[in-house]
């Protein structure tokens, strides 16, 4: 089996314009639909393909209800050598050939280069008035490149900063959580894998008290 990390960021209800708008800037798709907040405001949003809530109005797809929507975009980072290696195919029949094509194709210019396609979801939290974006890798390489590239910890923390995430991690499946943006800091603490599960009402008495807020928002993934 392959790896299948994934980017995950909760925030607040209020924040979620600026999500959106920032992604806009900051991903890339074939596709473009119209999401209606709850402030009745309206953000054009990017994509691949988009799952089957959407109505036609004026021959414009638009999303009334963003509290369970299922998503395939591409991540627009700085270069770096991760990112180059999440491509590059020493298997393949024609590595060179290949390499440069999928460069060709992926590069926009200025440094940046667009990497993906991302199952992604945006999910409004069971309990609270808060949202769950997530990114997830399809691919091994890419899942490596989220581990270990400093571009994508730069864009995470962007990201994070414009939407005052409460907290954003990678997923590293049964390696535990790698939380790199909690309560408007930059950090970087591992949550092993035997740690995600601690109940909130032992966590008085344990060291892992300071991540409060992380335990709260994920209990229902891992309990």
């Known amino acids: 089996m392959g790896l299948d990390y994934s980017i995950i960021t909760f925030v607040r209800k209020e924040k979620i314009e600026d999500s959106l708008n920032w992604l806009n800037q900051n991903s890339i798709g074939d596709d473009r639909i119209t999401l209606r907040l709850d402030n009745e405001k309206y ?8 799952n089957e809530k ?18 395939s975009t591409s991540l627009i980072f700085d270069i770096d ?10 298997y393949s029949g024609s590595p060179i ?63 994070s900063k414009v939407s005052d995430s409460i907290v954003t991690f990678i997923d590293l499946e049964s390696s535990g959580d790698k939380i790199l943006y909690y309560k408007g800091e930059k950090v970087e603490i591992l949550v092993k ?8 009402e032992d966590l008085e008495n344990l060291e892992e008290n300071h991540l409060y807020e992380y335990y709260k928002l994920t209990e229902f993934y891992y309990q």
């Open 97 to 159: 050939e290949d390499f440069k094509k999928h460069f060709e194709d992926w590069y926009l210019g200025n440094g940046k280069i667009s990497i993906g396609s991302f199952d992604s979801t945006i999910n409004k939290h069971k309990d609270f008035d808060v949202y769950t974006f997530s990114f997830t890798a399809v691919t091994t390489s890419m899942s490596v490149m989220l581990h270990e590239s400093l571009s994508v910890k730069n864009w995470i923390h962007e990201f």
């Open 54 to 71: 959407s109505q036609k109005i004026e021959n414009e797809k638009i999303f009334y209800d963003i509290d369970d929507l299922d998503f």
């Open 43 to 50: 953000v054009d949003f990017l994509g691949h393909y988009f």
């Open 193 to 200: 894998d035997e740690k995600r599960n601690i109940k909130l």
């Open 81 to 90: 050598p991760e990112i180059f290696l999440s491509f590059y195919n020493p």
